[in-house]
């Protein structure tokens, strides 16, 4: 669960709000869009939940299309994640992380990079030492950064805005609800990462379709309270105004103490989704590695920690670099396309274990096929509404993925012919 929650919770919820707020007409179609956000992840997640299930191993998404397509539709995938995806987010949430902690701390920082790499650095340190010492640190900071949300939940219904004249509610527009739905699907992503390091887990076949259950039942009630929040304190014409609702909302509140102690509270759950990066990302890339795909050397294990020490560093170092080039925001841009349709490639193998395996299996998606097309449907028009809004992004994401066929072609027939 903390794997899940601090996958999912980096930084969104204290800030998409008001982004939600521009593109909803009323209070009423700002929590109907977080509640709609809620029911496709959590239907997302529980395709996951079975492939955890079915393949309970170290690698994730990368494990699942190996097996279903082929290696190489499973090495671009590995690629994407590589190139942009985990080290681009490692890297931009490393430098929120030095942001915000040297807001709660009261002083200025006139470049954050040194302190982003340093960040990287320290948790890259710790997961050197094996699952043990990550995870207790991902317990720590699981309760720092639901302790945070929570506070900010409290203290905002319990310092709620003086009531607005009381108006006529806006009618519900599907076409802005919909639109709205891109940013709040964004803020619910990242379950997946739990399957990453399902070989780590203790009776993964029960456990990892629970933890991940158990949640995302749990952010979303957490994402609709914090909406709920900022709705009582800003109302939804302020939250739409807002630049920085949770700063905002503990001003409103405590003065500029409140806006310190949220943001220590953001900068603690930038480290948790940058724990997470780590943790899944070296397994993924250590599976990869020992099949010959990626730098052998990085699908060795430590011979006492049993953690996948090289794949760690590799990961960090490249991280390190897009820190230090600020190279990072315009690649996460880049990889929306490309990281959409990779979930979209993962959950399209559980069509793939239901016609081809006849193997027991603890979970299995309900209300199957039916749940798993509705999620693919909901992708496919996330993918198709970024291309038409941001077309060079898109096609530029589009590049960078299929980048990984002439890479894989290089590395098997040059690098390591087989």
Request: with cysteine; proline share 5%.
């Amino acid at each position: 669960m903390a794997v899940v929650i601090n996958g999912v919770i980096g930084i969104g919820i204290f800030r998409t709000p008001a982004t939600i707020a521009l593109h909803t007409g009323s209070s009423a179609e700002q929590l109907i869009a977080w509640a709609i956000g809620a029911a496709i992840a959590l239907t997302g997640a529980l395709c996951y939940a079975e492939l955890g299930a079915r393949r309970p191993t170290a690698g994730g998404g990368y494990v699942y299309l190996r097996e279903a397509f082929g290696v190489i539709i499973a090495f671009v995938y590995g690629w994407n994640l590589l190139a942009v995806n985990y080290s681009g987010s490692l890297a931009a949430l490393a430098s929120v992380f030095a942001d915000y902690a040297s807001v709660a701390l009261g002083v200025n920082l006139p470049d954050v990079r040194p302190y982003a790499v340093g960040t990287i650095v320290f948790l890259a340190g710790i997961n050197w030492f094996g699952i043990r010492s990550g995870a207790f640190t991902l317990n720590i900071l699981t309760v720092l950064k639901l302790g945070a949300i929570s506070a900010m939940i409290v203290v905002g219904l319990v310092a709620r805005g003086a009531p607005a004249p009381a108006a006529a509610p806006a009618a519900i527009n599907p076409l802005a609800l919909f639109g709205a739905l891109m940013p709040v699907l964004f803020s619910y992503s990242g379950w997946y990462h739990i399957n990453d390091i399902a070989g780590e887990i203790r009776d993964p076949q029960r456990n990892l379709p629970r933890a991940i259950v158990f949640a995302m039942l749990l952010i979303a009630a957490c994402y609709l309270l914090a909406n709920v929040a900022y709705l009582a304190v800003l109302g939804h014409d302020g939250l739409a105004a807002s630049k920085a609702p949770a700063a905002d909302l503990m001003r409103h509140a405590l003065g500029d103490t409140g806006a310190r102690l949220i943001a220590a509270g953001i900068a603690t759950s930038a480290l948790g989704f940058c724990h997470v990066m780590l943790i899944g990302g070296a397994r993924v890339f250590q599976v990869m590695g020992a099949d010959g795909v990626f730098f052998r050397s990085a699908g060795k294990l430590h011979p006492r920690w049993r953690s996948p020490n090289i794949a760690l560093l590799l990961l960090a170092g490249w991280a390190i670099l897009l820190a230090l080039t600020g190279t990072f925001d315009q690649l996460l841009n880049y990889s929306t396309v490309g990281d959409w349709l990779g979930i979209a490639a993962v959950i399209g193998t559980v069509f793939w274990y239901h016609r081809n395996s006849t193997e027991t299996v603890a979970f299995r998606v309900p209300l199957y096929p039916w749940l798993p097309i509705a999620f693919l449907i909901v992708v496919l028009w996330i993918v198709g509404v970024t291309s038409w809004s941001n077309p060079r992004d898109a096609g530029m994401g589009v590049l960078i993925t299929l980048a990984g066929l002439p890479v894989y072609w290089f590395w098997t027939r040059v690098v390591r012919p087989r």
